[in-house]
């Protein structure tokens, strides 16, 4: 069992930065894939970052590529996601998630889930 709680979400002008934390409880967080997901209302939630269990492969979605990094410290139980020049089109409760599975690209791979949180960006 894993259990997700992000932090670190708010309001973001266009342009602007923020960093998502993810904390994990359990001492097995290095042997799940990590990933980010994100919904907007009235949409399907979608994929947006990704990182093996040892940190050595990142994925990105092709609308978040250039400007988000994901990033894990398996010491610390914590993935992050640096998130740097903020669009408008990126606000959606933001989620982390765990998965032991292949394609960790896509949402149905994950089975451990964080509660969200809200990332606005607007001026």
């Known amino acids: 069992q894993v259990q997700l709680v992000e932090s670190g979400g708010g309001l973001a002008q266009p342009g602007g930065s923020l960093r998502l934390s993810c904390a994990a409880s359990g001492r097995i967080f290095s042997t799940y894939a990590m990933g980010w997901f994100r919904q907007a209302p009235g949409k399907e939630r979608e994929f947006v970052a990704a990182?093996?269990?040892?940190?050595?492969?990142?994925y990105y979605a092709n609308s978040v590529k250039g400007r988000f990094t994901i990033s894990r410290d398996n010491a610390k139980n914590t993935v992050l996601l640096q998130m740097n020049s903020l669009k408008p089109e990126d606000t959606a409760v933001y989620y982390c998630a765990a998965s032991r599975r292949n394609n960790i690209v896509v949402v149905t791979q994950y089975d451990y889930w964080g509660q969200g949180t809200q990332v606005t960006v607007s001026s």
């Open positions: 990182i093996t269990w040892s940190g050595g492969s990142t």
